[in-house]
């Protein structure tokens, strides 16, 4: 058995999957370029409205605004066609409700990938055994899967629930061939569910377009060409064609053909034509590997500013993230958020006239050209005096434009290699081709498209799964980092890992969720600093108290298998360090190159334990680092770079108010000769 998932107008599908709210609205989409721009899918509710596949924008548009003003806009178009006519016939007309006005959307190419990602997820979970047929249709093979989901009846409900959870609407057809059902699901709405020898009389009445447009995705080619494919498509309208004149309109009419006859008019396609309209034969799927990647992303039609929105729209992207790993059964160890930033006023470019001119452009032809490509895209022309001489501008030698387009991510800024054979003038939308007229458009430094990108990047101390503290994390995280400038496109990609297993112990510490911990540490670090929550952690050098803060991970307490008793335990005297932040600064008078006596530099009440005699010392011991470091690229980057040169004495203080005896340790700074008390010994 095998099982069919089509997802009609997906390109539709995939804006609606987005925009959940325009599911019970006509829906356009638009692709190509201007002027060829043209209506590429459309849902059925456009269709009732008029709007037919290939229409241009503008006769588009005419159903995209208000029906009242649409009526009067074909009016005027009427009343120039045509004079009005007398209706003779009186009777009374009952008019229909219009449906609403249709939604202009332009086509998403990486709103489309992810769906069909999505869908494939959902395949893979249910068979290992899927075919990536075509972008919205999959190919599943059930064989063996009737002791888990039941008859095929039941299957295809379990199957048509699970594609419903990801937000779109698809048909599903199970047969005994793979044919036979992808071509029930493009002619059926809904479940099918055809049995084995039933083929021929259920497919009987779909119409013929239905098994040639089939025909057609199941022999393209991945390496096809465009001429190839081009090729193809006119031999499928010749076919079709042909099959008309003939009255062949249906699958039952073309199954009753004489097959000598229908062989020896269309050869070998006509055949083949005829068996899969008979519902027989069988083919082997192409299996696909599971997909590693999980992204979702989103276009919008107009950038977001706040905080808010974007949330609602970083909801929305998670919830479908996690529907996708779940139904995996993966969990998300590292989640990354790109934003698509608006570039700004300042990132134009602006090049005075000489600079234009002083590019070896001695023809006028390629000066205008240049001029004109750069007010296409709104480029701001400055002021300057050779405007007055342009003569004189014209003689001068080359001098490169500079690069202007500076703004970066404050957190991951990326670049990208330019073409040698484009270049962006002003904001980058389109390019400027280098000619033979204007050679020096290839030698100007052009600005890349992804320096606008922001990116922010969720490490997780443990596999999570929750899209709720996801959408809290990510809050947290852009308040403290806001973007800078208004978004217009979103991605959020996640790195899967295994959910973790745990399992509590009844003589254990219980230990907080790991979801609630995230939270909490990430509302503490948006208070305090980055830098300063976590836990620290001691570095790998000599510098006195060197440590860095890291993120915080609660570990579980491993159980012991027994508990040693008190004559096990080795007794030891404990030795404590107590650091004092910040050093204080103190006198020392030296006798025969050892301190003798101490004092303080300044009064302070909470050390006046710091002055009296030295009854005992040692020492010193000197240490010095980072010397080497102090003029390198490192002081230059965020590394913080302390040199230090120091000589350390062990000390036994006693007091001259109590008279007690207390261990100290204290330094000298060699650079600047003063004394500091660094910690005591408890």
Known sequence: MFACIYIPDFPVAAIIRAEPLLRDRAVAVLDGKPPQVRVAALNDKARLLGMEFGMTKVQAAIFAIPPQEADIAVAKIDRKKKPSQIEFDSWPVKTQPKPAAAILRQRSVAQEESSHAALLDIAHAFTPRVENTFPGRLLLDLDGLERLYGPPSAMARELASRVNTLGLDANIGLAANPNAAMHATCGFNGVTVIPAGEEARRLGVLPIHVLLDSLGITEKSASETRAASQEREKLREQMLDTLERWGVRDFRTLSLLPEHALAARLGEAGTHLQQLARGAGMRTIALCEPSVRFEEVIELESPVETLEPLSFLLNRLLDQLCARLEARALAVQELTLRLQLEPRVGDEQAITLE???????????????????????????????????????????????????????AVSPTSQSRSDDDVFVGRGASPCKASPNNPQAAERPTPSAKENLYTRTLRLPVAMRDPKVFLKLLQLDLSAHPPGSPVCKLWISAEPARPRSAQSSLFLPV?????????????????????????????????????????FVSQPVSQSHGAATLSEQAIEAPLALRIFRPAQQIRVHIADGRPCKLGLAARNEDRDLLQGKVLWSAGPWRSSGDWWAQHSSARISNEDVRVWDREEWDIALASEKSGDVALYRIYRDIATGDWFADASYD
């Open 511 to 551: 230990t907080p969720e790991a979801e609630k911990l995230e939270i909490t540490l990430a509302r503490i670090a948006g208070v305090v600093g980055e830098r300063r929550a976590g836990i620290a952690k001691l570095l790998d050098t000599h510098h006195p108290d060197a440590f860095q803060m890291e993120h």
């Open 355 to 409: 600079e234009l001119t002083s590019a070896n452009l001695t023809k006028p032809s390629s000066m205008e050209t240049l001029i004109e490509c750069m007010l296409s895209e709104g480029t701001a022309l400055k002021p300057s005096v050779n405007m007055l001489f342009p003569q004189s501008a014209l003689a001068a030698e080359d001098v490169n434009v500079p690069n202007s387009s500076q703004h970066r991510s």
